[in-house]
């Protein structure tokens, strides 16, 4: 690709219009994993559905603009985000040159009230392999962030806190083979994920199941804190 050289009057010119951050909401609900997305209110998009997103202030960091966007719509303080990287495609956005930073994060759904606002009409739950088409590039961060994502939970337990409190091997199983998107043999991730010594098995049991109960088990916080620190390599 051959490269012009800069003139005076490019580099007069602002290289962009705007940064935006998009992020990615991930959730867990009955053994589906789900993106939260939102149908614009107002603008060129208005109508459609796309990632919770906004610009950019003056005054902030991407992190902390990415913080906030979250919270104005679901009250989140303090969560896990991770930033994925710059999608800069210059068409991305019609007649404006507007570069957006993706990050995602994984929340408990249960725990959190998610509420619309002056620029969204309504946010909705998404199972992953009922997500829409969405506005700009959303599809492609969104398959980006599923991509980092599983790249992740096989190195960190950060999926976990897509769970309750209390859980069955089996919803913990659910949880991996959704993410993977593969089938995984019941006895054998249940040897592996015991081997870590990262549970703490329960002398309770699921209640309100119309199935056999399972033993109810839940994280050890410091081994979970080592093990998000240093990394593992969970192979299935």
């Excluded at 969204?120 to 392999?129: H, N, Q, Y």
């Excluded at 081997?195 to 081994?223: C, G």
Aim: aromatic share 10%.
């Amino acid at each position: 690709m051959a490269f012009e050289p800069l003139t005076t009057s490019d580099i007069q010119q602002p290289a962009i219009d705007g940064i935006t951050i998009d992020c990615v909401i991930f959730s867990f609900n009955k053994s589906s994993l789900e993106v939260l997305l939102v149908q614009h209110a107002e603008g060129e998009s208005i109508g459609k559905w796309g990632l919770l997103g906004g610009y950019m202030k003056k005054e902030e960091s991407a992190d902390d603009a990415a913080h906030r966007i979250v919270y104005e719509l679901t009250s989140l303080h303090n969560i896990y985000l991770e930033q994925l990287k710059a999608f800069t495609n210059p068409n991305r956005v019609l007649e404006r040159r507007v570069v957006t930073i993706g990050y995602y994060t994984l929340v408990n759904r249960e725990d959190y009230n998610i509420k619309a606002s002056v620029a969204v009409t309504e946010a909705k739950w998404f199972k992953i392999k009922d997500v829409p088409n969405l506005i700009f590039d959303h599809n492609e961060i969104l398959d980006f962030s599923l991509t980092q994502l599983r790249n992740r939970v096989r190195q960190a337990p950060i999926g976990f806190n897509l769970l309750p409190e209390k859980f069955a091997l089996l919803q913990l199983m659910q949880l991996y083979e959704e993410i993977l998107g593969i089938e995984l043999d019941k006895s054998n991730f249940r040897r592996k994920i015991l081997h870590m010594k990262l549970l703490v098995a329960l002398d309770e049991k699921q209640q309100d199941v119309s199935h056999r109960a399972a033993k109810l088990y839940k994280f050890d916080p410091e081994i979970y804190k080592k093990l998000t620190e240093k990394g593992f390599n969970f192979e299935f």
